[in-house]
């Protein structure tokens, strides 16, 4: 036997072994089990290792005000409930950890004084009051953030199955947990349940479906009143594209007018006042606080937090990186319907029309649009691993 005809024998079997390796079977339940330990892994850390930061005492505060008539009351509960809930250590970090948190402790009007800024979210908010009923209001917290991360995983795998690009699911889990899929369903916060309903928004968008995604637009909208300005956003990517605009106005028009309604029986103390309290200084009590704008203040406010964007969050770093992929994308002929240009459009827009109207830098508040751009560029991009079940034979 020559050595060419050895070496051609070997060189076909580890070629056979590869195509095995890499079949499109075997590369595709890689993918999906990477993905569902990933989803499964954030479960357990959600509902086992919960995190209670201080918004949870809020959120609990609110949903139980109607039934109690002080803000002794509320504060006593608020703070007794989480207390019960939390570590030693997590109920310092809400409590004095700095000289804010220990006057809310100490200052029950204080602490409720607060309250406007967090009731407009009114999903998140009525969600809590009615599981809470049954399991007590720091847990619904907690069932509230794990069920969102389930619905969130089981979405994309249906996604993915449905349009053909369940190998990017391997890529897909990684990129969740860069930017906060993983965090945020440990937090007693509303923006992995907004994440659960922007999905199937997305996804309709995307097959130029504008009236089934109306539904869970509302949903969005209503667990954060900031998603206004994603529908300002779609209204614009929908003019720019020329698809379905009277809907999208339509669409825009009625969140417009469920927005002042609930802001003002929130008794929010409106846009300034609440981006000087996040932005530029806490305030102890937010009773009749009414500063004058402040140029100046405003674009230090954007100036810091983007400086701190950079230095200790991803969410700018993976959304430039996903807009590069995007133009490499086109770059490379990929076909791109009008659905997913509206949705890549309008995404990429709310996400810049947040961060100016709002620039807190944390990746959670991003992640609702994040997500699902992630998985609109996997769509469009439908990646494949798997080794062609002919390329070893043609080689040899």
């Known amino acids: 036997m020559s050595l060419t005809n050895t070496f051609g024998d070997r060189l076909e079997t580890v070629l056979h072994a590869s195509q095995k390796l890499l079949s499109k079977e075997l590369?595709?339940?890689?993918?999906?089990?990477?993905?569902?330990?990933?989803?499964?892994?954030?479960?357990?850390?959600?509902?086992?290792?919960?995190?209670?930061?201080?918004?949870?005492?809020?959120?609990?505060?609110?949903?139980?005000e109607d039934q109690l008539e002080s803000a002794e009351e509320i504060h006593?509960?608020?703070?007794?409930?989480?207390?019960?809930?939390?570590?030693?250590?997590?109920?310092?970090?809400?409590?004095?950890?700095?000289?804010?948190?220990?006057?809310?402790?100490?200052?029950?009007?204080?602490?409720v004084s607060l309250f406007p800024m967090f009731r407009v979210k009114v999903g998140y908010i009525e969600a809590i009051k009615q599981l809470g009923s049954v399991t007590g209001l720091v847990h619904a917290t907690t069932i509230i953030s794990t069920v969102?991360?389930?619905?969130?995983?089981?979405?994309?795998?249906?996604?993915?199955?449905?349009?053909?690009?369940?190998?990017?699911?391997?890529?897909?889990?990684?990129?969740?947990?860069?930017?906060?899929?993983?965090?945020?369903?440990?937090?007693?916060?509303?923006?992995?349940?907004?994440?659960?309903?922007?999905?199937?928004?997305?996804?309709?968008?995307?097959?130029?479906?504008?009236l089934y995604a109306a539904p869970f637009l509302f949903m969005m909208f209503l667990v954060r009143p900031d998603g206004l300005l994603f529908f300002f956003a779609l209204l614009l990517a929908a003019l720019a594209?020329?698809?379905?605009?009277?809907?999208?106005?339509?669409?825009?028009?009625?969140?417009?007018?469920?927005?002042?309604?609930?802001?003002?029986?929130?008794?929010?103390?409106g846009w300034w006042p609440h981006f000087y309290f996040s932005n530029v200084e806490y305030?102890?009590?937010?009773?009749?606080?009414?500063?004058?704008?402040?140029?100046?203040?405003?674009?230090?406010?954007?100036?810091?937090?983007?400086?701190?964007?950079?230095?200790?969050?991803n969410w700018l770093m993976v959304l430039a990186i996903f807009l590069l992929g995007f133009g490499l994308l086109l770059r490379g002929g990929a076909s791109v319907s009008k659905g997913q240009w509206i949705a890549v459009i309008a995404i990429t827009l709310c996400i810049g029309g947040k961060f100016v109207t709002f620039p807190l830098p944390d990746d959670r508040i991003y992640l609702p649009y994040m997500l699902p751009l992630l998985v609109v560029l996997m769509e469009i991009w439908k990646p494949v691993f798997s080794l062609p079940a002919e390329n070893a034979r043609s080689r040899v």
Request: glycine share 6%.
């Open 148 to 210: 969102s991360a389930a619905l969130v995983g089981l979405f994309i795998l249906f996604w993915s199955a449905r349009q053909n690009f369940t190998q990017g699911l391997m890529i897909i889990g990684p990129a969740a947990i860069l930017i906060g899929f993983t965090f945020s369903a440990r937090e007693a916060t509303p923006d992995l349940m907004m994440a659960a309903f922007a999905l199937p928004a997305v996804y309709f968008i995307c097959r130029e479906r504008p």
């Open 27 to 64: 590369v595709t339940a890689f993918s999906v089990s990477v993905f569902s330990l990933i989803v499964l892994g954030t479960l357990a850390l959600a509902y086992f290792n919960p995190i209670y930061n201080w918004d949870i005492l809020a959120y609990v505060g609110i949903a139980a």
């Open 283 to 313: 305030q102890d009590d937010m009773r009749g606080f009414d500063p004058a704008f402040s140029a100046v203040l405003y674009v230090k406010a954007l100036v810091v937090n983007l400086a701190r964007t950079v230095q200790a969050f």
């Open 241 to 269: 594209i020329g698809r379905d605009r009277m809907i999208y106005l339509a669409l825009f028009a009625g969140a417009l007018l469920l927005y002042f309604p609930i802001t003002s029986s929130a008794d929010h103390p």
């Open 76 to 111: 006593q509960l608020a703070y007794g409930e989480v207390q019960e809930a939390a570590s030693e250590l997590q109920f310092y970090k809400v409590t004095a950890s700095i000289p804010y948190r220990v006057n809310q402790y100490e200052q029950p009007e204080h602490f």
